[in-house]
């Protein structure tokens, strides 16, 4: 009798055996490392997967092991948390990079103007930071700042004690 994590060759899947030899199926917790298991098949699970009961998206590697923090996957960032694996969305800061940044609802991190929660927001084309003060958006071709929430400010604004009057609907410094 075999236990374990074992590749059945000829259905081409992992499977998970526990102890007493029994296949297991959904969520397992085994040497240190969460893993899914399918509920009719018991094939392992990889890749970005929502786990109903708990109403949460997580990420499984190739090895079948859930993944935290921040994951590059099929060409995009996503951040996991750290302690649920639980995939987040929003404006998240990032400690060790020292940045805030923007995940869409699908858990992707945006890039380039973005509107958030009623605000917009300017995102680096490459690290996907958070664009404070002016900024100039080269395909408006107008000149905007945003405040140190990275939020694009309207109307009269004293910025370093000196007054600046922007656009009340597109923002553009006039």
């Known amino acids: 009798m075999k236990t374990g994590l074992q590749y059945i060759k000829d259905q ?3 499977v ?3 102890n007493a030899g029994q296949m297991q199926y959904g969520q397992q917790h085994v040497n240190g490392h969460w893993y899914l ?3 009719n098949t018991g094939a392992m699970k990889t890749g970005l997967q929502y786990i109903k009961g708990q109403k949460k998206t997580v990420y499984y590697n190739n090895a079948g092991q859930m993944q935290y923090g921040q994951q590059h996957v099929n060409g995009h960032w996503y951040l996991f948390d750290n302690n649920t694996g639980a995939m987040k969305t929003g404006l998240q800061y990032i400690k060790g990079q020292k940045k805030t940044v923007y995940y869409n ?4 991190m945006q890039y380039g103007q973005q509107h958030v929660n009623g605000h917009w927001y300017l995102f680096d084309n490459n690290t996907g930071a958070t664009k404070i003060g002016f900024q100039y958006i080269r395909n408006q071709k107008k000149k905007v700042y945003y405040n140190a929430k990275g939020q694009m400010v309207y109307g009269r604004q004293k910025i ?3 007054w ?4 009340v609907k597109t923002g553009a410094l006039k």
Do not use: E, I, P, R
């Open 12 to 14: 081409n899947k992992t």
């Open 16 to 18: 998970y055996y526990n």
């Open 37 to 39: 298991f399918d509920n």
């Open 105 to 108: 609802n699908a858990g992707q």
């Open 160 to 162: 370093n004690n000196h």
């Open 164 to 167: 600046y009057n922007f656009d």
